[in-house]
């Protein structure tokens, strides 16, 4: 069946998709609701207890400031607190929320990055496509986990539903000169998802989550933390990205996306299997083209050997 080339819950072809699938009624709820909004909203999914354990590691390691930790950290937030907490792997790899993602991209989902959260991030609005990309494009999601009752004032998440269905916004969108950008470019990034934002009367939604709500984002959806109203106040969370099997994962932020020179995250690793993660289309091994960043020469012979298998067949060669 012909799916676009996306993951199928983002195809055009959604409904004639959907109408080929065994789903519980509770299944299609939130395969309806993802495909619609770009989210979900899953209450009563994880046990307190490991909610807990989370919180409670994160505060005894992760923002312990003697405890030691190799991986980025500041006293807001923790980068893959995973590899030292068996909490946070073991929420990060949570049976139910992998076979929620597995629901949603039929494929099998890896979790390669834990941000702990101690408090709000106030990040500005944007959408995860700019860091975290694949091709085929859209094999990516987060999965946002309330490790204590958020409130307005501790700087909930937001999120614009709907926006999701966006074009995968990056720097070729915003400044034409064809080098390579870098993170001090964010900010331009940031201004122009604002004015995207602003241009399509998107309505702001905030989580105002429970302890232990989750909250599923779909690879573009524009999201960000709110300002912190009462400071000091916590915001215990953890968020998890998830990519797919059978992709190239690249970051868009370093990449030239006018001449399709792909910034490639090659040092992935898959949680759920401690395995660096290979890089594969239709299941072919990514050839190692030169410094590992140019995969376009790679992706034209493809396309070549398409367009020439298309033409044979017309009996047109
Ligand atoms: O937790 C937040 O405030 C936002 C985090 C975020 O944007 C992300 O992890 O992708
Ligand atoms: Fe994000």
Redesign the pocket.
Known sequence: MINANLPWIESPFFEEILATKKLTGEQLNFVREYQQNGFVVISGMLSESLVDRTRIDAEEKAFNPDFPIKTQRDERRVQDFWKVSEASKELACHPKILEMLSLFYDREPIPFQTLNFKFGSQ?RA?S?TIHFSSLPAKFMC?VWVALEDITEEKGPVFYFPGSHRLPEYDFSHIKTDAKTPSYQDYIEYEDFIEKIVDANKFEKKKFIAKKGDVLIWSSNII?GGSPVEKEGTTRWSQVTHYFFKDCYYYTPMLSNMVTKELFLRNNLENMLTGEKVTQTYNGDQLNSLPSGKHIFTLLQKRLRAGSILLKMLKGQV
């Open positions: 990040q944007h995860d987060g999201h």
